[in-house]
């Protein structure tokens, strides 16, 4: 993995627009996380609403047939705890 990623417990935490990725591509599974609604504090945008899917990263899966797991989370912080704790417990199967 490449030292230029932003990481948070050691993945890496790939943001585009409105959605951010945790987790590697090249493990079985990843975390997509999509903000869909924002409000402004103090002058910045920040995340109100965070949906999490947990998806297998195999290719020939449909994006709906991946999905295993969904949830909406009310901050950043907690979407990305949340994803930590799903891709961990992947770890174990």
Excluded at 34 to 44: P, Q, Y
């Amino acid at each position: 993995m490449s030292a230029s990623y932003f990481t948070y417990k050691e993945r890496p935490v790939v943001r585009n627009g409105k959605t951010i990725y945790y987790g590697s591509m090249a493990e079985p599974y990843v975390v997509m996380m999509n903000v869909t609604s924002e409000e402004k504090v103090n002058d910045l945008s920040t995340a109100s609403e965070i949906k999490c899917y947990l998806m297998k990263t195999d290719k020939s899966l449909n994006p709906m047939e991946a999905i295993t797991k969904t949830a909406a989370r009310p901050t950043l912080y907690e979407a990305l705890e949340l994803a930590a704790a799903w891709l961990k417990s992947t770890e174990r199967n």
